[in-house]
């Protein structure tokens, strides 16, 4: 990596944004907790979403539990782990390009530990002169990334010129990191048909048709990896659907069944998420894989997430550096096209 010409000894504060997860059984409970009476998760005023947020998570936690304990996370999340590992390769990569600076990492998570407040007063006690905020969204929509950095403005009151990343759906390491897996996953699969099945979180239809860029950033990102990978059969998909609301669709499920009709496999492919955690290591391998084999979808593969590949790190420390040469909030790489109104750069939003 080359040395920026811009390092002037200055302190540089990133820090990475992401949802958070439960470190064991006893804390699963909480964490839903803080989940449900997000005002971005239920847009009820506190008076009714703190009660509601209450009983939900009492009413989810034994199955919730049932759920973590399926991972090798000693009853909890390996989120916390794999965003570590990132902000260390991120942070090593970043004392590279930016040898004449003092540069550090921080991660603040969402809904657990370690949650944002307690981030922000060790960033501000780190007293930087220059703070990038990252998020681990690719795609921006108002229930991550929004929420996240509008609760960062809320609670950090220290020093240092902030911007921020707001997304990346087309970054290039992004797009080649899963490209990479996408292959191998193809690979093993053979001469056997399959369909790529891009599988992003979903989030009510109500949000886009309130301004939400989400789902377009999506499939943004599916069009940058499809122009690499040639043409071939594929559907863009959305895992976690809950509550009695229309969410975007088709479901993963629904997808999953109907390449059981079509008599192909499936190559699922996580096109929204960076780590492993509980909707990928349960939902797609665990709960997703029992419904393929029960409607014949072989091969069922599943492609692991970007975590800390190289090429995936390399290319958030490059929208880092190109970061700290502006003001104010940008996507790295192409953002938003359409006129979104929670898009934050096309209306001053966070």
């Not at 600076?101 to 981030?119: C, G, K, S």
């Not at 240092?160 to 990343?165: F, L, V």
């Not at 109500?206 to 071939?232: C, F, H, N, S, W």
């Amino acid at each position: 990596m080359s040395v920026s010409a811009a390092s002037t000894g200055r302190r540089i504060a990133v820090v990475l944004f992401n949802l958070g997860g439960p470190d064991d059984a006893a804390s699963v409970k909480p964490f839903l907790f803080n989940l449900f009476n997000d005002p971005a998760i239920i847009g009820l005023p506190g008076i009714l979403r703190t009660p509601l947020a209450r009983l939900i998570s009492s009413r989810r936690e034994t199955s919730a539990q049932a759920n973590y304990a399926m991972m090798d996370a000693g009853g909890g999340s390996p989120l916390l782990a794999e965003t570590r590992a990132q902000a260390a390769a991120l942070q090593s990569a970043l004392s590279d390009r930016l040898a004449g600076d003092e540069t550090r990492v921080f991660i603040a998570m969402r809904y657990w530990n370690p949650l944002t407040d307690q981030t922000a007063a060790e960033v501000a006690a780190f007293a930087p002169d220059e703070i990038v905020l990252l998020p681990l969204y690719p795609q921006f929509s108002t229930t991550t990334s929004q929420s996240s950095l509008r609760l960062w403005d809320t609670v950090y009151r220290g020093p240092g010129r902030s911007r921020t990343i707001c997304c990346y759906p087309q970054g290039a390491g992004w797009i080649k990191a899963q490209v990479e897996g996408i292959r191998a996953a193809l690979a093993e699969a053979g001469d056997r048909p399959v369909r790529l099945l891009f599988s992003a979180h979903g989030i009510p239809e109500k949000l886009v048709a309130g301004g939400d860029p989400y789902q377009e950033q999506v499939e943004a990102t599916v069009a940058a990896l499809m122009a690499r990978l040639g043409p071939r059969d594929h559907q863009i998909c959305y895992q976690s659907r809950v509550g009695p609301l229309k969410w975007l669709g088709p479901s993963t499920p629904e997808a999953i069944e109907a390449a059981g009709r079509d008599g192909v496999g499936a190559v699922v492919v996580p096109v929204a998420f960076v780590s492993e955690h509980i909707e990928t290591l349960v939902e797609l391998d665990i709960e997703y894989g029992h419904l393929a084999r029960d409607h014949g979808v072989t091969p069922y593969l599943r492609t692991p997430t970007v975590s800390a590949a190289p090429v995936f790190i390399d290319s958030l420390a490059e929208a880092v550096s190109e970061a700290l040469d502006r003001e104010g909030i940008a996507p790295f790489g192409p953002g938003c096209q359409g006129d979104w109104k929670a898009c934050p750069c096309q209306n001053g939003l966070r």
